[in-house]
């Protein structure tokens, strides 16, 4: 016999229902707890890995600078010490420096982007280095010359990158506290 309205009992009541329905809940919010946790602990792996790679491709472009600066020593000295350079020597020199400069400008630029080290560092070793070597500021000057013309001949902002404020003020900060020079100086200076 049939009963009209009623349903028939299966063994779960509406309070068991509910109480499923919260747990089954509490389960997945802790699933997706878990799963975000993992991603965090994979970025921070992904990141350590890049910091890794980093430093092989900055040796090996520190190896590549520091050949082709001592396959051209002779140019290198005269140039850092700013005398006078044949229009060929003076065309090797320019690209010595701007390699030289490039080097510290994609250190500083990783340090700032992946760490492991304070960008800082990097700005003022290379303001230490034109403050060490006159030919060297002097390079430096007419670039910077040369990029400002460049920039107003463009019409764009000049001083987009904060990475040679930071060289510039480390600079200024050495011209006037006035460290001493050392006497015996290293042609190739750079650390990172």
Do not use: C
């Amino acid at each position: 016999m049939t009963q009209i309205g009623r349903r028939p009992y299966t063994g779960v009541t509406s309070v068991d229902s509910a109480k499923l329905n919260d747990w089954m809940q509490v389960i997945g919010i802790f699933a997706v707890v878990l799963s975000l946790i993992f991603v965090g602990l994979q970025m921070r792996q992904e990141q350590e890995i890049a910091i890794v790679d980093t430093y092989g491709s900055v040796a090996e472009a520190q190896m590549d600078l520091s050949v082709l600066v001592g396959e051209n020593m002779v140019v290198w000295k005269k140039g850092l010490s700013d005398r006078e350079l044949t229009e060929e020597e003076k065309g090797v020199f320019v690209a010595l420096a701007a390699a030289v400069w490039s080097h510290y400008q994609r250190y500083w630029i990783r340090w700032s982007r992946l760490g492991p080290g304070n960008p800082d560092d990097v700005a003022s070793e290379l303001a230490f280095a034109l403050y060490v070597f006159p030919g060297l500021k002097k390079e430096f000057d007419e670039q910077q010359m040369f990029n400002d013309a460049l920039d107003v001949a463009r019409a764009r902002k000049q001083g987009v990158s904060p990475w040679t404020p930071r060289v510039l003020y480390y600079l200024a900060k050495y011209h006037q506290e006035r460290p001493p020079i050392p006497k015996t100086k290293k042609f190739i200076f750079w650390v990172y």
